[in-house]
């Protein structure tokens, strides 16, 4: 496959090139046409919390991320740029930010994880309902979605709302930065909206005319997986790619993550265990769920269905136990030039497993599916003398995968069967303790991927797709996805877990039934906005 550069010449493509814009950091490897990582680079960057339950971002910390770690992962992959074929970009769902008509940024992105609009859910419970809400957008009422974030914009800031040309996600500004002159978005990045009509898969104007908010202030929705332009001169200069190569939609990250899965077809599913996890499952059409358990979107393949579930502090309960108590594993990371996170994993593999009864609640903001407890916290429960630091590491990882399991039930049930294969992803994936930890907690096998970096992997399966380097979007899956080791079950384990896992979930419904968090949230409101 060759492509037409800046000066007119046909170069060989060897290479493409997938960015994941997340939401602690920015990650860009360049693959071979086979899927293998040649080159990766990571840079990360904070989310800024202006009060308790806010989240917010400043975009440009990505774009200057984008812009050194493609040219670090050329630099490491020891390639020439001109023999890269096309870039497709995975980012955050549900961040969004307001956008002048030079494409600039008006303020910090709100942030997917953002608890702000607790006073707006109530209001489409009340004017809306919940039923006709779910009918349309094929998920749960839910202060995580950026739907009730968008009346709250509209109710408390007038004037940024007046003053916007258009609200965005940060992929198609990026896009926008490397050069295309599009507008556009794609459902496969609208998961996590929550104002897009499943039916249709495009924005929901009754939802829209519900809060007031004009049509016109949204990008059209097209299609993911195809170009939207070249990368331009300036964009050259700043980043190392090419001038001239070819920038495609890639989507939403978990969306692009089931494709870097191979999760295309029903009955496969994949877990991504990143800041957040997410299951996401490719289904064939929206399926009954009167418990409005789980929610469905837009995949990433054009024109198709998934259905997911969300826990969003899965991994960043992690990170939060590395920066508040891991600092001895910190330093002997450090002296040993080691990742923080397999020491921290070697230490939690002291313990036996069930934590010897101690179970770690990893509600850091909110529960999510199925739940959807906006102001769901963490905790700690069984703790006592006897427990150490190897124990809390563990039950961190457990905790996480409890959670995980509350998901996997809901899904199952609304599929109305079990999955034929669960796959594993992310960052968490590549812990060989936290799989069989998540293997022993499902009391199922669980599939490994060559690649854990499965979003990355997906933007650039969908940037090769859209860029024409392969015959078809399935073809690139068939060729670049390598599915590995099936992890097994220790079913002894199993049915201790079983009974952790039962006190876990029953001990989350107590307190969500009792009013504890609302009460809590109230409180922290009071006394510490």
Same mark, same amino acid.
């Given at each position: 496959?060759?492509?037409?550069?800046?000066?007119?010449?046909?170069?060989?493509?060897?290479?493409?090139?997938?960015?994941?814009?997340?939401?602690?950091?920015?990650?860009?490897?360049?693959?071979?046409?086979?899927?293998?990582?040649?080159?990766?680079?990571?840079?990360? #960057?904070?989310?800024?919390?202006?009060?308790?339950?806010?989240?917010?971002?400043?975009?440009?910390?990505?774009? =200057?991320?984008? *812009?050194?770690?493609?040219?670090?992962?050329?630099?490491?992959?020891?390639?020439?740029?001109?023999?890269?074929?096309?870039?497709?970009?995975?980012?955050?769902?549900?961040?969004?930010?307001?956008?002048?008509?030079?494409?600039?940024?008006?303020?910090?992105?709100?942030?997917?994880?953002?608890?702000?609009?607790?006073?707006?859910?109530?209001? @489409?419970?009340?004017?809306?309902?919940?039923?006709?809400?779910?009918?349309?957008?094929?998920?749960?009422?839910?202060?995580?979605?950026?739907? !009730?974030? #968008?009346?709250?914009?509209? &109710?408390?800031?007038?004037?940024?709302?007046?003053?916007?040309?258009?609200?965005?996600?940060?992929?198609?500004?990026?896009?926008?930065?490397?050069?295309?002159?599009?507008?556009?978005?794609?459902?496969?990045?609208?998961?996590? =909206?929550?104002?897009?009509?499943?039916?249709?898969?495009?924005?929901?104007? %009754?939802?829209?005319?519900?809060?007031? $908010?004009?049509?016109?202030?949204?990008?059209?929705?097209?299609?993911?997986?195809?170009?939207?332009?070249?990368?331009?001169? %300036?964009?050259?200069?700043?980043?190392?790619?090419?001038?001239?190569?070819?920038? *495609?939609?890639?989507?939403? &990250?978990?969306?692009?993550?089931?494709?870097? *899965?191979?999760?295309?077809?029903?009955?496969?599913?994949?877990?991504?265990?990143?800041? !957040?996890?997410?299951?996401?499952?490719?289904?064939?059409?929206?399926?009954?769920?009167?418990?409005?358990?789980?929610?469905?979107?837009?995949?990433?393949?054009?024109?198709?269905?998934?259905?997911?579930?969300? /826990?969003? /502090?899965?991994?960043?309960?992690?990170?939060?136990?590395?920066?508040?108590?891991?600092?001895?594993?910190?330093?002997?990371?450090?002296?040993?030039?080691?990742?923080?996170?397999?020491?921290?994993?070697?230490?939690?593999?002291?313990?036996?497993?069930?934590?010897?009864?101690?179970?770690? $609640?990893?509600?850091?903001?909110?529960?999510?599916?199925?739940?959807?407890?906006?102001? /769901?916290?963490?905790?700690?429960?069984? @703790?006592?003398?006897?427990?150490?630091? !190897?124990?809390? /590491?563990?039950?961190?990882? %457990?905790?996480?995968?409890?959670?995980?399991?509350?998901?996997?039930?809901?899904?199952?049930?609304?599929?109305?069967?079990?999955?034929?294969?669960?796959?594993?992803?992310?960052?968490?994936?590549?812990?060989?303790?936290?799989?069989?930890?998540?293997?022993? @907690?499902?009391?199922?096998?669980?599939?490994?991927?060559?690649?854990?970096? *499965?979003?990355?992997?997906?933007?650039?399966?969908?940037?090769?797709?859209?860029?024409?380097?392969?015959?078809?979007?399935?073809?690139?899956?068939?060729?670049?996805?390598?599915?590995?080791?099936?992890?097994?079950?220790?079913?002894? =384990?199993?049915?201790?877990?079983?009974?952790?896992?039962?006190?876990?979930?029953?001990?989350?419904?107590?307190?969500?039934?009792?009013?504890?968090? =609302?009460?809590?949230?109230?409180?922290? %409101?009071?006394?510490?906005?």
């Amino acid at each position: 496959v060759f492509w037409q550069n800046a000066n007119g010449g046909r170069i060989m493509i060897k290479y493409v090139a997938g960015i994941d814009a997340g939401t602690t950091g920015l990650k860009t490897i360049i693959f071979d046409l086979q899927g293998r990582a040649i080159g990766k680079d990571y840079e990360e #960057y904070p989310c800024i919390t202006p009060r308790v339950g806010w989240v917010e971002q400043d975009v440009y910390c990505l774009w =200057n991320a984008l *812009c050194h770690t493609v040219k670090g992962a050329i630099a490491n992959a020891g390639v020439d740029p001109k023999e890269i074929g096309s870039v497709g970009i995975s980012s955050q769902r549900g961040t969004f930010f307001a956008i002048d008509e030079n494409w600039e940024p008006l303020h910090n992105s709100i942030v997917w994880s953002d608890g702000r609009a607790v006073e707006e859910v109530q209001w @489409i419970k009340e004017n809306i309902g919940v039923e006709k809400y779910h009918k349309i957008s094929g998920a749960p009422v839910s202060g995580a979605w950026s739907y !009730a974030k #968008y009346k709250w914009v509209r &109710d408390h800031q007038p004037e940024l709302y007046e003053k916007a040309w258009k609200f965005v996600n940060a992929q198609e500004w990026l896009l926008h930065k490397l050069g295309s002159e599009e507008l556009f978005t794609d459902p496969a990045s609208l998961a996590l =909206n929550g104002m897009m009509d499943v039916a249709t898969l495009d924005w929901s104007k %009754e939802l829209l005319d519900a809060i007031d $908010f004009d049509i016109n202030k949204l990008p059209p929705v097209k299609e993911p997986a195809r170009q939207v332009g070249t990368v331009s001169k %300036e964009a050259s200069d700043l980043t190392g790619f090419a001038e001239g190569m070819a920038i *495609c939609v890639g989507g939403g &990250d978990q969306q692009c993550a089931a494709i870097g *899965c191979g999760v295309t077809k029903e009955g496969t599913a994949e877990i991504t265990i990143g800041t !957040a996890s997410v299951m996401v499952a490719a289904v064939d059409g929206v399926k009954e769920d009167p418990a409005h358990e789980v929610i469905f979107s837009g995949h990433a393949v054009p024109g198709h269905m998934d259905m997911e579930g969300l /826990a969003y /502090a899965t991994g960043v309960a992690l990170r939060w136990w590395r920066d508040i108590y891991g600092s001895p594993e910190v330093t002997v990371a450090k002296a040993a030039d080691v990742d923080p996170y397999d020491i921290i994993c070697m230490e939690a593999a002291k313990s036996p497993a069930g934590s010897r009864g101690y179970i770690f $609640f990893p509600f850091f903001s909110s529960q999510v599916t199925p739940y959807y407890h906006d102001n /769901a916290r963490g905790g700690s429960l069984g @703790i006592s003398l006897a427990h150490n630091r !190897a124990d809390m /590491a563990r039950g961190v990882l %457990e905790g996480g995968g409890y959670e995980l399991r509350m998901i996997v039930e809901a899904m199952e049930r609304v599929l109305g069967k079990p999955f034929d294969v669960i796959r594993l992803s992310g960052g968490g994936s590549k812990s060989p303790l936290w799989r069989q930890i998540l293997a022993d @907690i499902f009391g199922r096998p669980v599939q490994c991927l060559e690649m854990a970096d *499965c979003g990355v992997l997906g933007a650039a399966i969908l940037g090769a797709s859209g860029a024409g380097i392969f015959e078809s979007l399935q073809d690139a899956v068939d060729t670049m996805v390598h599915p590995t080791e099936m992890i097994t079950p220790n079913m002894e =384990n199993y049915k201790m877990y079983t009974d952790m896992y039962e006190i876990f979930r029953d001990a989350f419904l107590a307190w969500r039934d009792k009013d504890i968090y =609302n009460r809590l949230n109230t409180v922290c %409101e009071k006394y510490w906005n």
